[in-house]
T-cell receptor, first 114, second 113 residues
Framework: AQSVTQLGSHVSVSEGALVLLRCNYSSSVPPYLFWYVQYPNQGLQLLLKYTTGATLVKGINGFEAEFKKSETSFHLTKPSAHMSDAAEYFCAVRNSGGYQKVTFGTGTKLQVIP | DGGITQSPKYLFRKEGQNVTLSCEQNLNHDAMYWYRQDPGQGLRLIYYSQIVNDFQKGDIAEGYSVSREKKESFPLTVTSAQKNPTAFYLC????????????FGQGTRLTVV
């Protein structure tokens, strides 16, 4: 069974500081990996995804993530936090065959301090 | 514009009543999903469907039912057997023919009083 672990349910950074949100996954097959962002009372919006190929993936709003197979990690980073980045972030994994379930982590709320 | 529409956005029901949440998509996606979101628990999969007239239980299917009579529609019924139905419910869809991500609706917040 696949699973996702997000370390830290709440992360606080100062405006302009580095953002690092951690995600580790478990999957018996090569995974597809995703990061989504959610603003209050809204649906989820895709930030970036890894399917195959280059392991460093760039997404919207200056975010990027690196797939590290040896560490089973897919951490999300942004060099400089902006106030508008304050939201909840979800890491997700999807298997590649059969019934394609998408499994989400428990989320990390990012607070940006002015 | 293509997208996923969930309705209503807010729903109130009395305890013991069944309630149906609507999810419609015009993206021509094969797969559709229902998730439940509770604070601190992330998104948990209730049901999913990859083809019309077929669906699979997710991790927390007890007390819920779905149907997939049309490709565009995947309604979720929260039955009286669901012990704690108050939550935020999210519907998503995805194109199975490509490695695309799931697209989400704006959610329905269900409050049972």
């Amino acid at each position: 069974a696949q699973s996702v672990t997000q370390l830290g349910s709440h992360v606080s950074v100062s405006e302009g500081a580095l953002v690092l949100l951690r995600c580790n996954y478990s999957s018996s097959v090569p995974p597809y990996l995703f990061w989504y962002v959610q603003y209050p009372n809204q649906g989820l919006q895709l930030l970036l995804k890894y399917t195959t190929g280059a392991t460093l993936v760039k997404g919207i709003n200056g975010f990027e993530a690196e797939f590290k197979k040896s560490e089973t990690s897919f951490h999300l980073t942004k060099p400089s936090a902006h106030m508008s980045d304050a939201a909840e972030y979800f890491c997700a994994v999807r298997n590649s065959g059969g019934y394609q379930k998408v499994t989400f982590g428990t989320g990390t709320k990012l607070q940006v301090i002015p | 514009d293509g997208g996923i529409t969930q309705s209503p956005k807010y729903l109130f029901r009395k305890e013991g009543q069944n309630v149906t949440l609507s999810c419609e998509q015009n993206l021509n996606h094969d797969a559709m999903y229902w998730y439940r979101q509770d604070p601190g628990q992330g998104l948990r999969l209730i049901y999913y469907s990859q083809i019309v007239n077929d669906f699979q239980k997710g991790d927390i299917a007890e007390g819920y039912s779905v149907s997939r009579e049309k490709k565009e529609s995947f309604p979720l019924t929260v039955t009286s057997a669901q012990k704690n139905p108050t939550a935020f419910y999210l519907c998503a869809s995805r194109d199975l023919k490509s490695n695309t991500e799931a697209f989400f609706g704006q959610g329905t917040r269900l409050t049972v009083v």
